[in-house]
């Protein structure tokens, strides 16, 4: 697999999951005929079944929209090709700057060059201070809440106890914006990025996020902007607002210069118009495959991001097969235990004990749809082993184990426990399974379901949740981007967020093997501290990991070349993809 993404993001459309971010290439099972040779013109539609969170670049973390946006309203330093091929599909090309930038000896500087004549969608220049703008939005993590933040760990910034004590532009005194500005230096067109240690992945950092996207600073609103997008690609928003639960329309942006831009490689932006919207309904996932099924009218060029339900695969066949394709994700589900809540280890063993992942697997629709994990790091991932907490579990769970942990722990039983999902009809059936296994070992369970936004809700400090779902992919193919960004509550945990480390999870002993995985002189030795890293995780069961999931994508019959790839995080590549008219 690859990389790029989170991602992860992920989303949990119908059974699910999807957020995430990043993402990696991926195998498939059943490859559709990617329709006719893809022109110019028409409208593509595309059915969302939840809620999106943000279109704040810089607060951007779920695959979908990461590889979405970036093919269509939002460039980089650098991007990701639409390319098949793992290895090409995960090899940055240039984007707005003129190349994939120039790093120092031991890569704690990289310099890049902007090209002339990128614009905003208003006409005016993208400039280096732009991208010095974007970069420090990530760090009001008080107020830019939700996205990537690799680079406060990273950036030459001063730091207190391994935090940086630049707040953000919103909140910074003028010595402290200085600092921050002698980090990210411009010199007209020129922009060189300081980093406090080695950063020689940077690139795949670049084009697989939107953390150093530029960000013009006359339209920011701070929190405000969480709807709005100004944008610098070949489509803009008409209107300039996304509507959180209606969706928006992208139209030509007259501002776009294709002569900036690599459109054999990094987007064709073949439709006129790209219709967005969205059905937040529980049943979003069999109303849109329903449709697609039918192939009728408006219907017949439009895609989603809402996986087949198991409910309706036996639907898929004859012609409807030929409009199908099922994709293995960068994706990887799993548990998260509060640890403000549940703070007894072996509270936390026990959880994990009980759990029947094979009725679990059986309930999201089998074999296409998942399959176990072992770890929270996709297997396809560089320094993948199976986790030494999870590995020997039964499958089908341990009810006499999980009954003599919780003895072992000494708390009363039955023990409560209020367990938060993303809903759907599927994940419904799926975490009932859960239930009645974690009911029969000695917990009174209450399920939780979320059928708004999800992430930002769980990601709060004083949530009343004790056991969360989590849905993750690698943000490029390093355990680097799996591990540290879900767990080191140094840079995730604030006052009033946990950000992405769902759990509020602080531990010392993770957070000094993660420290020594960004030290490390080589991957070999990288790779070795994050899997004593995982190790720590698993002993203090600071997740608890479900499954590897596979997508299962139906497409309209008047819609053009459609595939996915690396960077596409196994969603719909929407830089390929036109509409017959």
């Not at 030929?322 to 549940?342: H, I, W």
């Not at 026990?350 to 176990?372: F, H, P, W």
Request: proline letters at 6%; one cysteine or more.
């Amino acid at each position: 697999m690859g990389s790029k993404l989170r991602s992860v993001v992920a989303v949990a459309a119908s059974a699910a999951l999807g957020l995430s971010l990043a993402a990696c290439g991926s195998g498939s099972d059943s490859d559709s005929d990617a329709g006719a040779e893809g022109t110019k013109g028409g409208t593509l539609n595309y059915l969302l079944g939840s809620p999106w969170e943000s279109m704040d670049p810089q607060r951007i973390y779920l695959g979908v929209q990461l590889s979405s946006f970036r093919r269509t309203v939002y460039r980089g330093l650098v991007a990701f090709p639409m390319d098949e091929d793992e290895k090409t599909g995960n090899t940055p090309v240039a984007d707005l700057a003129t190349d994939t930038g120039t790093p120092n000896e031991d890569s704690t500087e990289w310099k890049f060059t902007l090209k002339d004549g990128i614009q905003w969608e208003d006409g005016s220049e993208i400039t280096c201070e732009d991208f010095r703008y974007g970069a420090s939005r990530v760090f009001a993590n008080d107020i830019i809440t939700g996205g990537p933040n690799y680079i406060l760990s990273y950036l030459d910034v001063p730091q207190k106890d391994g935090v940086p004590t630049y707040p953000g532009p919103y909140k910074a005194t003028p010595a402290q914006q200085a600092e921050f500005d002698k980090a990210i230096e411009c010199d007209g067109k020129n922009i060189t990025y300081h980093f406090n240690k080695p950063w020689a992945d940077f690139p795949l950092a670049a084009a697989s996020l939107m953390s150093t996207d530029p960000y013009k600073e006359s339209e920011d609103e701070g929190a405000k902007s969480l709807w709005k997008v100004f944008a610098n690609g070949p489509y803009k928003v008409e209107g300039g607002t996304w509507d959180k639960n209606k969706g928006a329309t992208l139209v030509r942006n007259e501002n776009y210069d294709e002569k900036t831009d690599d459109p054999d490689k990094l987007r064709k932006a073949l439709p006129d118009e790209i219709a967005f919207s969205i059905d937040g309904s529980d049943e979003a996932a069999e109303t849109i495959n329903r449709r697609l099924v039918a192939d009728a009218g408006d219907d017949q060029t439009a895609i989603t991001a809402s996986r087949v339900p198991s409910s309706m695969i036996t639907e898929v066949t004859g012609p409807v097969e030929e409009r199908y394709k099922n994709v293995e994700s960068p994706y990887v589900s799993y548990l998260v235990p509060n640890a403000k809540t549940v703070t007894n280890v072996k509270v936390r063993q026990a959880i994990a004990a009980a759990i029947d992942k094979t009725s679990y697997i059986k309930a999201l629709g089998g074999e296409k749809y998942a399959t176990s994990a072992d770890s929270l790091i996709n297997p396809s991932v560089t320094g993948y082993t199976p986790n030494p907490a999870f590995k020997d579990i039964d499958a089908a769970g341990d009810v006499e184990a999980a009954k003599a942990l919780l003895a072992e722990s000494g708390e009363k039983t039955p023990y409560p426990l209020k367990v938060t999902y993303q809903q759907s009809p599927t994940t419904d059936a799926a975490f009932a399974v859960l239930k009645s296994k974690w009911d029969e070992a000695g917990f009174k369970v209450t399920l939780d379901p979320l059928t708004d936004t999800y992430y930002d809700v769980i990601g709060k400090p004083d949530k009343d949740s004790d056991v969360m779902w989590g849905g993750w992919g690698a943000d490029w193919p390093s355990a680097n981007t799996v591990l540290p960004p879900l767990f080191d509550g140094r840079p995730n945990i604030s006052a009033t967020n946990c950000n992405n480390d769902y759990g509020c999870y602080n531990s010392k002993a993770f957070n000094a093997k993660v420290d020594e995985a960004a030290n490390a002189t080589d991957l070999d030795a990288q790779t070795k501290a994050l899997q004593e890293a995982d190790a720590v995780l698993g002993e203090e069961v600071a997740y608890i990991p479900l499954e590897v999931t596979k997508f299962n994508w139906l497409r309209g019959s008047k819609v053009t070349g459609f595939t996915t790839t690396p960077a596409s995080s196994s969603y719909p590549e929407l830089g390929l993809i036109g509409v017959e008219q």
